[in-house]
């Protein structure tokens, strides 16, 4: 990758190299994994938007259609779930990083021209166009590693000689390819995109090797919020892996990840700005204890 500040940039806001971004989980669907329809109706999402913000959230992250197995979504659907609300978000929210979560090119152009800052592809290029989609709408670009799956498929006796290796190789390409197409340098992340495309022993062998994803000089995305590797690891149900969430984003965040991607808002932003002070990037609200 080409030298430049390391900063980066989406909507209004600037990222510095030492500066973590979180990233609120708002789906607009009715049957995700975590919160099963919470936010599919237009007034609990708003509701849930304003409080992540008042938490503490730099960006959203808007889905209209589950990750894995369900019922087939048409891109017409996609569009009616994602489009007006993304016009909305930026409404009433004029400086909030707004992204979307989408596999498709048409879905990216048309959130883009509604206000989307970064599209966050979570199925590695599945759609080839997509990556100029961004490119010629001046957003970001999340580039990440599924294996080899096409979208919506659940991973299978997944094998690798190194999955970090196999990971660093796949995003670093995608990166490269996406600003050969014109996105900007400072709007590209990589994610491991931990469990697509991989099994428990995978995701925990990623998320202890972190640090040398982020080696390659590329922003990180970390998407590990109440995750099946963290189930199955503490042997846990969805709503009950708040905790094991906390170790794996404090971890990533120590060892080099900018931009996580949750559920909790209030409880990442204080694992996230507590981690920043043991790294020597910020500093303590308050140092009275035994100083008087």
């Not at 080409?2 to 510095?16: I, K, M, P, Q, V």
């Not at 609990?44 to 992540?52: E, R, S």
């Not at 992250?61 to 990750?67: E, F, P, R």
């Not at 709007?187 to 982020?214: M, V, W, Y």
């Amino acid at each position: 990758m080409d030298e430049h500040d390391g900063a980066l940039r989406l909507g209004n806001r600037s990222f510095g190299p030492g500066e973590f971004a979180l990233m609120a989980i708002i789906n607009r669907t009715p049957d995700s994994f975590f919160d099963r329809g919470a936010t599919y109706a237009t007034d609990a999402a708003y509701a849930a938007i304003g409080k992540a913000v008042a938490d503490g959230a730099d960006l959203v992250d808007i889905g209209g259609v589950k990750a894995g197995y369900g019922e087939p979504v048409s891109e017409a659907e996609e569009l009616r779930r994602t489009v007006d609300f993304v016009a909305g978000i930026r409404e009433r929210h004029p400086d909030l990083v707004i992204s979307v979560d989408t596999y498709r090119s048409g879905v990216a152009r048309q959130v883009a021209e509604a206000g989307a800052d970064l599209i966050n592809d979570t199925w590695a290029g599945a759609d080839p166009d997509l990556v100029h989609a961004a490119a010629e709408a001046g957003t970001g670009l999340v580039c990440s590693h599924v294996g080899g799956l096409s979208p919506r498929t659940d991973p299978h006796r997944m094998a690798y000689d190194d999955v970090v290796a196999d990971v660093i190789r796949t995003t670093t390409a995608l990166a490269d390819r996406a600003l050969a197409a014109g996105v900007r340098r400072d709007g590209i992340l990589i994610d491991p995109t931990h469990d697509f495309g991989k099994n428990t022993l995978q995701s925990l062998e990623l998320t202890r090797r972190l640090d040398e994803l982020a080696a390659t000089g590329w922003p990180v995305l970390v998407a590990v919020s109440n995750k099946d590797f963290i189930g199955e690891t503490l042997e846990l149900p969805p709503g009950q892996r708040g905790n094991g969430t906390l170790a794996a984003l404090s971890i990533s965040a120590w060892l080099g990840a900018r931009v996580f991607r949750v559920h909790d808002v209030p409880a990442a932003r204080q694992a996230l700005d507590f981690i920043a002070v043991l790294r020597g990037t910020s500093q303590p609200a308050g140092t009275r204890r035994s100083l008087a």
